[in-house]
């Protein structure tokens, strides 16, 4: 069996991430890694599936146990991946998606350098401003510190394998599937295959 491949996936807020990997996540093969965060929850979100919602002293205890994968503070929350799901996953044969922001992927590239790493953009930061405001959840002023941060992060996108542009749902599912498609046929990634078919000569 071919062990698992480790697939990170960062963007704005506000840029469809979570739709289009809901979209991806109905594969038996890939397992979403859920995030730790000591924000509070959003309307319509739940513990242990949207994110585990921590308190702060108990996120601090957690990466002073070296029990996270990596971890970062954006607009003062903690953000992070516990470690031990990802490691067991992979271990089963499982692809691992990890939704972080780029600081998180930042240090992930540092850690799993053979990891992938996809940005998902919006078609621009006007349709990017649109989609916040739609959603309904956060005051005006918090929206204009997200545009701002987001067009930071955009900048960050050159330092990804991939970058995929959410405009049409079905046509960013496509492309994210096709790049998971593509890794998985890379040599590096089908030594288990090439044995079989030597082994069986």
Known sequence: MNKGM??????PSGCGKGTVLAE????????YSVSATTRSPRPGETDGINYYFLTKEKFEKLIDEDGMLEYASYCGNYYGTPKKPVE????QGKHVILEIEVQGAMKIMEK?????FVFILPPSLKELQRRLNKRGTEAEDVIQKRLSEAAGEIKQAYKYNYAVINGELEKAVDDLKSIIRAEELKTINSQNNIDEVL???
């Open 199 to 201: 082994e069986n000569a």
């Open 88 to 91: 067991d996953m992979l271990e």
């Open 24 to 31: 991806i996540l109905k594969s038996d093969k890939i397992f």
């Open 6 to 11: 480790l697939i990170v996936v960062s963007g």
């Open 112 to 116: 799993c350098p053979d990891a992938i």
